[in-house]
């Protein structure tokens, strides 16, 4: 009789343990937690790491080298070799998702990016020297971009504040003061400090930067929920099991980093252009018109800027759009970055714009804004 006693006690405690190990593994995973089946464990990279998030001084040297090591591994499905080399066309080293995932992105935002980054350096080389001090990867400063333009006064409509947008109550978890006496969040040192230890801290659970960039904007819990349902570490599977905001703050990275790097020398903006049409080609366009000595004979010069588009001008000034881009390569893309253009086309030609630029410019805008179906031609009154 003792002995059945004694299975029944056991099996008992089976069944009331079990199930709240269960619901402990789901809880860990509501909180933030992650066990190893989803989550590879590298003990001396963990150990080192969480030094660095803890330590309130300067990090040896040695130790700074080896994140910097270990943490540029993230972006191993961004870069074929984990890290952007200015030196190599950009798209021989991305991955081949990336470029398709990132274009209507660049189509809507380009212009702004651009003029961002003309006045962005001191911005970025700031972060970069606190990024290096953590031994990580200087890319990560264009998600000060995505959160807030850089803004250190930038605020949410959920409260997060600061370049980097911290809650309060995770910007009092890694250091810094919120009251209603002071708020670190606006200090760009103190802040970005604090980004660099919750930056590192997500990695050491997520280890791939794309992940982290998802989690930064939507909390670690829906991260590692994508993970478990889909069954993948590699953001390119798993990015549909994630909100859509956090797949699109992924994408505005992306984008944010190609249009800051591509030409980028030193923090000079240079004259690269993007050709939306061609992601996986080269990166610039010709700028040289290909003109024959007859045609350089007949030309006329006119500086134009706005909302112009060459299809449109072509049209309007019975032009084959063939010709009209052989005199004016590049023309919609540096107009739609917001630069001048030196238009250039035949003498008679130029006579037509010239009397009609400006009904030509309002078809333009109104094309812009979907008002006017593109095989529309616009209609002069003739002159009296």
């Not at 150990?47 to 972006?75: A, C, W």
């Not at 030196?87 to 991305?94: A, G, L, N, T, W």
């Not at 911290?166 to 980004?195: C, H, I, W």
């Not at 791939?208 to 670690?220: C, E, M």
């Amino acid at each position: 009789m003792k002995k059945w006693y004694s299975i029944f006690f056991l099996v008992s405690l089976i069944l009331l343990v079990f199930p709240k190990l269960t619901f402990a593994n789901d809880m860990n995973l509501i909180q933030g937690k992650i066990d190893t089946t989803i989550t590879p464990v590298n003990k001396e990279e963990d150990k080192v790491i969480d030094e660095v998030i803890e330590s309130k001084k300067p990090l040896k040297k040695e130790k700074v080298e080896y994140l910097s090591q270990v943490t540029k591994y993230g972006f191993k499905n961004l870069f074929k070799n984990y890290s952007y080399n200015p030196s190599m066309p950009y798209s021989s080293q991305v991955n081949p998702y990336a470029e398709n995932y990132m274009q209507d992105y660049l189509r809507s935002h380009t212009t702004y990016l651009q003029n961002l980054k003309k006045t962005s350096t001191p911005y970025f080389n700031f972060i970069d020297g606190i990024l290096a001090k953590y031994g990580l990867p200087k890319e990560l400063k264009y998600l000060a971009v995505i959160e807030s333009n850089l803004k250190s006064n930038a605020l949410s409509s959920a409260g997060a504040l600061g370049p980097w947008q911290f809650m309060p109550y995770t910007a009092r978890d890694y250091g810094l003061q919120v009251n209603q006496y002071e708020d670190d969040r606006t200090d760009y040192y103190k802040s970005t400090n604090a980004a660099a230890k919750y930056l590192l801290k997500l990695y050491k659970d997520l280890k791939d930067w794309l992940l982290v960039i998802a989690a930064y904007n939507g909390g670690p819990g829906r991260v590692y929920s994508a993970i478990k349902k889909s069954g993948s570490r590699n953001f390119w599977d798993l990015q549909y099991y994630l909100p859509e905001q956090s797949r699109n703050h992924v994408k505005k990275f992306i984008a944010t980093h190609y249009i800051m790097e591509t030409g980028n020398s030193g923090g000079i903006l240079s004259e690269t252009k993007f050709n939306y049409s061609n992601l996986s080609g080269s990166d610039n366009i010709s700028s040289t018109p290909d003109l024959s000595a007859t045609e350089k004979a007949d030309i006329a010069e006119m500086q134009v800027s706005g909302r112009y588009k060459a299809a449109i001008i072509a049209r309007n000034i019975d032009m084959d759009i063939k010709d009209f881009n052989r005199y004016n390569p590049g023309f919609d893309n540096m107009l739609a970055e917001g630069d001048d253009y030196n238009l250039q086309l035949p003498n008679d030609k130029m006579t037509l714009f010239i009397t009609n630029k400006y009904p030509i410019l309002n078809e333009c805008v109104q094309q812009l804004l979907g008002n006017v179906e593109m095989n529309s031609k616009t209609v002069y009154k003739k002159r009296k």
